[in-house]
């Protein structure tokens, strides 16, 4: 399916790695110009080489989501240098692990800047120019531990939860604009991401038993699922959160 972005100017965050590089690539593949970040310039640099190799127009911008002032200047040079983004992944590292009765007031500050305020400030910035256009794809990219909390990833749990539900107030604001919000929602995806919380042959091999599809998710299955919600064809999809988990969650809705 030819999902009609060719032309369009994509902002892609945590683009340099995992479920943020494949969601490049994905978009990339479908012919949008891309805007790809992540902190370290280097990292992202050889990312963006990756991309150019396939033929693609990318331009790369290092910042950091966590910081309100960083996401300003990443903003501004995206509307400098590849026009106002039409579609915006918003995607990052996700916050470390920690209990819920022992993460202290810092942790949780950190988590708020990373996970929520990231999300909400990057959909502020792009807003404006979408609505003026009268079409923008939002998706945010979040995890399984929305619909069901994972053990100790508690500022996963709590702010994830939260940026679903800016998702979704958001999306009635400005669907009339033409404007669609969405969030995915990966489950065990094969990533570095992973192999930090889960190190050892054990604790993995335990984990997959757990996912019903028997295997950890491929980045790029879970790009396909963002690109989809970027698509022309998804127009009238909004403020909904598509689970890409293997099976994970068992809940009927
Ligand atoms: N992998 C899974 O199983 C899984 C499951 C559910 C949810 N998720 C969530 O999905 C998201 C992506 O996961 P992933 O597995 O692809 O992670 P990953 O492999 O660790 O990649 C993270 C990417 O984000 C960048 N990044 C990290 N912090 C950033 C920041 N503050 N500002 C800008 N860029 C930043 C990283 O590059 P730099 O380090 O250079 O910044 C890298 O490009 C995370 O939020 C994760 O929690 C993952």
Redesign the pocket.
């Known amino acids: 399916m030819d999902l009609q972005v060719e032309g369009k100017t994509a902002l892609v ?9 494949a969601t490049a690539a994905a978009l990339a593949a479908e012919g949008a110009r891309l805007v790809v ?4 310039a280097a ?2 640099e050889a ?1 963006a080489e990756r991309l150019r190799a396939t033929g693609a127009d990318v331009v790369a911008i290092a ?4 910081n309100a002032r960083q996401i300003k200047a990443l903003l501004a040079a995206t509307k400098e240098r590849a026009g106002a983004p039409d579609i915006l992944v918003s ?5 470390p692990a920690g209990a819920a009765a022992l993460l202290d007031d810092a942790a949780w500050a950190k988590g708020y800047d ?2 929520l305020m ?1 999300a909400v400030r990057l959909a502020r910035g792009v807003l404006p120019a979408m609505r003026a256009a009268g079409w923008g794809r939002i998706v945010f ?5 929305v619909k069901e909390p994972v053990a100790n990833l508690t500022l ?1 749990n709590a702010f994830r939860a939260g940026v679903t539900a800016f998702s979704r107030t958001l999306a009635s604001e400005v669907a009339e604009h033409g404007v669609t919000v969405n969030a995915v ?10 192999d ?2 889960f190190a050892d042959d054990y604790a993995r091999a335990r984990l997959v038993a757990t996912i019903p599809a028997k295997r ?2 491929d ?1 790029a299955e879970v790009a396909s699922a963002v690109a989809y919600l970027c698509s022309v064809q998804a127009g009238y999809v909004t403020g909904q959160t598509l689970l890409v988990d293997g099976g994970v969650v068992g809940s009927t809705y």
């Open positions: 965050t945590g683009a340099s790695k995992g479920i943020g590089f970040n992540a902190r370290d990292g992202l990312a910042g950091d989501v966590s995607n990052a590292g996700g916050p990373l996970t990231s990219v979040t995890s399984l531990s996963s929602a990966p489950g065990y995806t094969a990533t570095e991401r992973l930090e919380l950890f998710a980045p």
